[in-house]
T-cell receptor, first 116, second 112 residues
Framework: GAVVSQHPSWVICKSGTSVKIECRSLDFQATTMFWYRQFPKQSLMLMATSNEGSKATYEQGVEKDKFLINHASLTLSTLTVTSAHPEDSSFYIC????????????FGNGTRLTVT | KQEVTQIPAALSVPEGENLVLNCSFTDSAIYNLQWFRQDPGKGLTSLLLIQSSQREQTSGRLNASLDKSSGRSTLYIAASQPGDSATYLCAVRGRSGSRLTFGEGTQLTVNP
């Protein structure tokens, strides 16, 4: 089945630094990838939709200058949390849809970000 | 705005029991509905995808139904096992665009 790889699985960084998270579709091409954020005991909140070769579409309330998204190829999207602060600590999950409008979404294993 | 609700929020059952998880959504104009499983600290694993024109999908011990007109879906798990313990999320995809709207999930514990 379709596999989405997310890296790193966890990261600890100091306040003020930037962190990059990678999301790769390993065995299919994904023109669209999605980035979610999940707080403890809560469901997923869509942050942005990443389209290959164009600018990402951000959800209301998500700062695009804070959460930089790059989707440079059909198999790779990156999320960079810039000037991270403790309140950015969360679980970030990416997903991608295999070709075909009826295809299911496949998710990466998530990245646990802790900002100290 | 689409809202997705899952009941119950948590469920604990003994091993071997059959169980039903419920998902309801407010806007019946959906494209499809997908059930996921999430283990602690992990991403989501897709379990079943039901298109809006379908009424049910089956995979092994799992059966998902969809009643679009009433805005409801159920996930039936037969002969539950301790390995089924996880949080189960349902998500609906609206007619326009690709976004999914997730429910809050049902945390299932199957006791040996």
């Amino acid at each position: 089945g379709a596999v989405v790889s997310q890296h790193p699985s966890w990261v600890i960084c100091k306040s003020g630094t930037s962190v990059k998270i990678e999301c790769r579709s390993l065995d299919f091409q994904a023109t669209t990838m999605f980035w979610y954020r999940q707080f403890p005991k809560q469901s997923l909140m869509l942050m942005a939709t990443s389209n290959e070769g164009s600018k990402a579409t951000y959800e209301q309330g998500v700062e695009k200058d804070k959460f930089l998204i790059n989707h440079a190829s059909l198999t790779l999207s990156t999320l960079t949390v810039t000037s991270a602060h403790p309140e950015d600590s969360s679980f970030y999950i990416c997903s991608a849809r295999a070709p075909g409008d009826n295809s299911p979404l496949h998710f990466g294993n998530g990245t646990r970000l802790t900002v100290t | 705005k689409q809202e997705v609700t899952q009941i119950p929020a948590a469920l604990s059952v003994p091993e071997g029991e059959n169980l039903v998880l419920n998902c309801s959504f407010t806007d019946s104009a959906i494209y499809n509905l997908q059930w996921f499983r999430q283990d602690p600290g992990k991403g989501l694993t897709s379990l079943l995808l039901i298109q809006s024109s379908q009424r049910e999908q089956t995979s092994g011990r799992l059966n998902a139904s969809l009643d679009k007109s009433s805005g409801r879906s159920t996930l039936y798990i037969a002969a539950s096992q301790p390995g089924d313990s996880a949080t189960y999320l349902c998500a609906v995809r609206g007619r326009s665009g690709s976004r999914l709207t997730f429910g809050e999930g049902t945390q299932l514990t199957v006791n040996p």
